[in-house]
């Protein structure tokens, strides 16, 4: 799921995780990016626990080249990504289809 586009992954979770229903711009939403902000990708991670009742651990290990983001204890459900606020909305994500 890494692959996914910065503009994607905004569009995703805003209509998968925060169950919103916005209008599109110009193949954007208008202030809505939390793969890049991280103030937001907080909110989106705070709307995955509320909703799905998971815990997550966030972790920086530079020998993996990134972040880790771990779902619900289960490392083999975790993600990797350079970016923090990619990591967290990647796994809000891989959390939603749990």
């Known amino acids: 799921m890494s692959e996914i586009t910065n503009?994607?992954?905004?569009?995703?979770?805003?209509?998968?995780?925060?169950?919103?229903?916005?209008?599109?711009?110009?193949?954007?939403?208008?202030?809505?990016?939390?793969?890049?902000?991280?103030?937001?990708?907080?909110?989106?991670?705070?709307?995955?626990?509320?909703?799905?009742?998971?815990?997550?651990?966030?972790?920086?290990?530079?020998?993996i080249l990134g972040y880790q983001v771990e779902l619900d204890g289960d490392w083999y459900e975790c993600v990797v990504d350079t970016s923090i606020s990619r990591a967290i909305c990647l796994a809000a994500l891989q959390a939603g289809g749990k």
């Open 7 to 63: 503009d994607e992954l905004d569009r995703r979770t805003a209509d998968e995780i925060m169950g919103w229903h916005m209008n599109y711009v110009q193949d954007n939403f208008i202030g809505w990016h939390p793969s890049t902000d991280l103030n937001q990708a907080w909110r989106v991670l705070e709307e995955v626990i509320h909703k799905y009742h998971l815990t997550i651990d966030i972790s920086n290990f530079i020998d």
